[in-house]
Nanobody
Framework: QVQLVESGGGLVQAGGSLRLSCAAS????????MGWFRQAPGKEREFVAA????????MYTDSVKGRFTISRDTLKNTVDLQLNSLNPEDTAVYYC?????????????????WGQGNQVTVSS
């Protein structure tokens, strides 16, 4: 089992920034990828970004490229998501997730473990 605990998020005006953090514990040696997803009201959960467990490679969905940055602290076993230039369309519950398969994937079903979710609200 892998436990994921998220922190950060909140309310910010359009153009502002937030930082989300995800602390991993448990069987983290079995994790190959860490990802961030988001789910807006009435919409399906969508992929945002992913990073290799060693932090050497990343992947982003097109709508956040150049604005969001995923990073990994190997000493603290955390994965952060820096959100810049936020707009109201970024409003959602953001989830941290862990994948035990050595693949690059945007599918939520490929991620076995999930955090509790943190609300990010961007006002116009």
């Amino acid at each position: 089992q892998v436990q994921l605990v998220e922190s950060g998020g909140g309310l910010v005006q359009a153009g502002g920034s937030l930082r989300l953090s995800c602390a991993a514990s448990g069987r983290i040696f079995s994790t190959y990828r860490m990802g961030w997803f988001r789910q807006a009201p009435g919409k399906e959960r969508e992929f945002v970004a992913a990073i290799r467990w060693d932090g050497t490679s990343t992947m982003y969905t097109d709508s956040v490229k150049g604005r969001f940055t995923i990073s990994r602290d190997t000493l603290k076993n955390t994965v952060d998501l820096q959100l810049n230039s936020l707009n109201p369309e970024d409003t959602a519950v953001y989830y941290c997730a862990a994948c035990e398969r050595n693949i690059w994937t945007r599918r939520a079903s490929d991620y076995a473990y999930w955090g509790q979710g943190n609300q990010v609200t961007v006002s116009s």
